[in-house]
């Protein structure tokens, strides 16, 4: 029993000198505090919608018959079932049978786009973007811009003729004019907010169920990264940093210019983003909407069929990314101790 005691007071003299340790490193005149991103704040990002109500109960339905008795519409939906389970090779042997000038729902021509991303068909979503992103002249950059850039900075990649370190994907951030804005504007009158939207929009498209390697759109991140850096934000800069290192964790400058930002966090008591509640995962078959078809799809089977089914939006909140679970760890293990020692003499 004594034996046990001494074990257990060195080990509540460690978790004590170990609770001392870091309240000295506690700066009690400047505690940790959240940024302010009163002119740009990063949302999080939906890498993983889930499908809209209308979606999902109609291919549900469509399982429920033949094959061969499915319409245009039908298979359009079969379409859509195959992006979610991420067979991306057979959504798109379905969707090239159809007109897809007919999709006309955002969701629906997301999950398109998707499909061509993730395959490697640039020059098809090149095209796509062109007729379904609507231009905006009154903006100084536009989603739809940002959207042909980055799928530019692809095709250039495939063909060869992407320089690293020289091309830039999105020429706008090295615009000589961009010193000439004024950074402190509102929100809806600031050129360069609308700049940052503009790309962050269209990372949000090419991120979607997207977990692979990638060193374009690290590339393009850090582009964003250094934009936000020195124009808005330190830790909107981390955030984005993060995500480059998501996707090429090789960048040896992006690791200098990510430890940099966290310095000058540090040092401004600043807390980060959370990178893994604002990102997300991707999951594989999260939305398997299982029910056998009855029958293999038949190409003669498809016909062409117009369609616009109503837009549903979907809103999560992001909880608590401030929680430090190697803290919350050392308080349970505390309490944990602490109930032993109390259990031993009440049994002594």
């Known amino acids: ?80 079932k195959n992006v979610y389970n991420q067979r991306y090779e057979m959504a798109l042997s379905i969707f090239s049978r159809l007109n897809t000038d007919t999709i006309q729902e955002i969701h629906a021509q997301s999950l398109y786009r998707t499909t061509l991303q993730h395959l490697s068909r640039y020059e098809m979503l090149e095209e796509y973007n062109k007729k379904t992103f609507p231009d905006s002249p009154s903006t100084i950059y536009s989603i739809k811009e940002a959207m042909l850039d980055l799928t ?19 020429p706008i951030l090295k615009d000589e004019d961009l010193a000439d804005m004024d950074p402190d504007k509102s929100p809806n009158k600031n050129r360069l907010v609308s700049i940052a939207f503009a790309i962050d929009s269209a990372f949000r498209h090419f991120t979607i169920m997207h977990d692979k390697k990638d060193y374009i759109l690290s590339q393009a991140f850090e582009e964003m990264a250094d934009f936000q850096k020195k124009y808005f934000y330190l830790t909107n800069a981390y955030f984005y940093y993060s995500a480059s290192r998501h996707y090429y964790l090789n960048d040896v400058a992006v690791m200098e210019k990510y430890n940099e930002v966290v310095d000058e966090m540090n040092a401004h008591n600043y807390i980060s983003i959370s990178f893994k509640n604002k990102f997300g995962k991707v999951i594989k078959n999260r939305y ?12 003669d089977s498809l016909t062409e069929s117009n369609f616009n089914p109503p837009p549903e939006k979907e809103k999560r909140k992001d909880y608590l990314p401030w929680i430090d679970n190697s803290i919350l760890i050392m308080i349970i293990l505390g309490l944990a101790l602490v109930f032993v020692v109390f259990f031993m003499k009440t049994k002594k």
Request: charged share 25%; net charge positive; hydrophobic share 35%.
């Open 288 to 299: 398997r909407m299982d029910k056998q078809i009855k029958k293999q799809a038949k190409p």
């Open 1 to 80: 029993m004594n034996k046990s005691l001494r074990y257990l007071f060195f080990i509540m003299v460690f978790l004590l000198n170990t609770s001392l340790t870091f309240s000295q490193e506690i700066d009690f005149d400047n505690p940790p505090r959240q940024e302010n991103t009163y002119l740009f704040t990063i949302l999080r990002y939906q890498r993983q919608p889930a499908p809209p109500d209308y979606m999902r109960n109609r291919i549900l339905q469509i399982t429920e018959n033949p094959v061969d008795q499915w319409t245009a519409q039908d298979s359009l939906y079969y379409a859509y």
């Open 152 to 170: 530019a900075a692809y095709l250039k990649y495939e063909k060869k003729t992407f320089i690293p370190d020289s091309t830039a994907i999105f």
